[in-house]
């Protein structure tokens, strides 16, 4: 039986693209960054690149969320958010700046504060595991891919760390506020000092 249907997986693929697309405009400084098609070409070819690194961050941030549901026995599906997605793709492409909301897990039957909030923590920790081990790799063979890898991870753990609305943050900070620090400075530190 598969923990995923046709729907979730289209949706986790569009999302995954968007966002893919909006951290290569953001690292290229947005659309006022582009001065040629010589830019225009290296983005294009650098799509792939972006791929891998959002894939390291976002997939296995959403897929924490949906295993660590699914562990406590709870149905657990990725949802596509549309407003979320022209957000992150329009921002980035006009600013060169992530809104990294084009989806969430939703879980359904969960009343548990508890449960909930360590469920809201697996995504930000899966970030930040994969945020160290890429710096670390970065560090010990000088492969920049892993400093954008670390870099892209730490930034979607430390956005889904704010204490806001329905981000993951809002959860963790009220209920695991000692993981929601320690999470929240590896995370800082990693994007200021990249």
Request: hydrophobic residues 60%; proline residues 4%.
């Amino acid at each position: 039986m598969s923990n995923f249907t046709k729907q979730e997986i289209t949706e986790l693929l569009i999302a995954w693209a968007a966002l893919s697309i909006a951290f290569g405009f953001a690292f290229s400084g947005g659309i006022f960054a582009f001065k040629g098609i010589n830019q225009i070409i290296l983005f294009i070819s650098s799509l792939p690149t972006y791929f891998v690194i959002v894939g390291a961050a976002f997939l296995l941030h959403e897929l924490s969320h949906k295993f660590t549901a699914i562990r406590y026995g709870y149905p657990a599906y990725f949802h596509l958010w549309q407003t979320g997605l022209l957000l992150a793709l329009g921002m980035s492409f006009a600013f060169g700046i992530v809104f990294a909301a084009p989806g969430a897990v939703y879980i359904y039957g969960l009343t548990d504060e508890k449960k909930d909030a360590k469920i809201s923590l697996s995504g930000p920790l899966a970030n930040m595991i994969v945020a160290i081990a890429s710096l670390v790799l970065y560090r010990l063979m000088f492969i920049p891919l892993m400093a954008q890898v670390s870099y892209v991870s730490a930034f979607i753990g430390v956005f889904n760390l704010l204490p806001f609305g329905p981000l993951d943050g809002s959860k963790i900070f009220k209920n695991e506020k000692m993981w929601w620090i320690a999470l929240m400075v590896i995370g800082v530190v990693i994007i200021l000092t990249i």
